[in-house]
C-alpha cells in the first residue's frame, strides 16, 4: 500500500530524494518514517515526520545531510538526501503509522511498510 521509489546508483557526494506515497491512505494523517537495511544488517531508522511537520533524524548516521518533508497536496513523503556516502547504501523503506509511539525509532512503531527502495553509493 505503500509505494518507494527514487533509489539508484550515485557516486559518494551525490544525491538522490526518495518518494513515498500510498494507495487508499492518506499519508497526511500518518506519523511517517523513513527506514533503511543495509546488507547483513537490522533496519535502522533513518528519519521521521509527524502530521504536524515536526521532524526527528538519526543524528549519528544522517545528520545535516538529509532532511524529511512532506506534501500534503501530493499525499506525498520525501527523504532527499544529500553528500551521499558508500554507508548510505541501502535499502530504504517508508513506514507509517496512525499515531506516534515511543516505539517510533524501530520497526514496532509502524504499522505499515512500503516495499523499499535500492540506494547505492560507489566510492
Known amino acids: 500500500q505503500l509505494q518507494a521509489c527514487g533509489g539508484g546508483s550515485v557516486q559518494a557526494g551525490g544525491s538522490l530524494r526518495l518518494s513515498c506515497a500510498a494507495s487508499g491512505r492518506t499519508l497526511s494523517t500518518y506519523v511517517m518514517g523513513w527506514f533503511r537495511q543495509a546488507p547483513g544488517k537490522e533496519r535502522e531508522f533513518v528519519a521521521l515526520i509527524t502530521r504536524g511537520g515536526g521532524v526527528t533524524y538519526n543524528e549519528d548516521s544522517v545528520k545535516g545531510r538529509f532532511k524529511i518533508s512532506r506534501d500534503n497536496a501530493k499525499d506525498t513523503v520525501y527523504l532527499q538526501m544529500n553528500s551521499l556516502k558508500p554507508e548510505d547504501t541501502a535499502v530504504y523503506y517508508c513506514?507509517?503509522?496512525?499515531?506516534?509511539?515511543?516505539?517510533?525509532?524501530?520497526?514496532?512503531?509502524?504499522?505499515?511498510w512500503g516495499q523499499g527502495t535500492l540506494v547505492t553509493v560507489s566510492s
Open positions: 513506514a507509517a503509522n496512525r499515531h506516534l509511539t515511543t516505539s517510533y525509532l524501530s520497526t514496532n512503531g509502524y504499522d505499515y
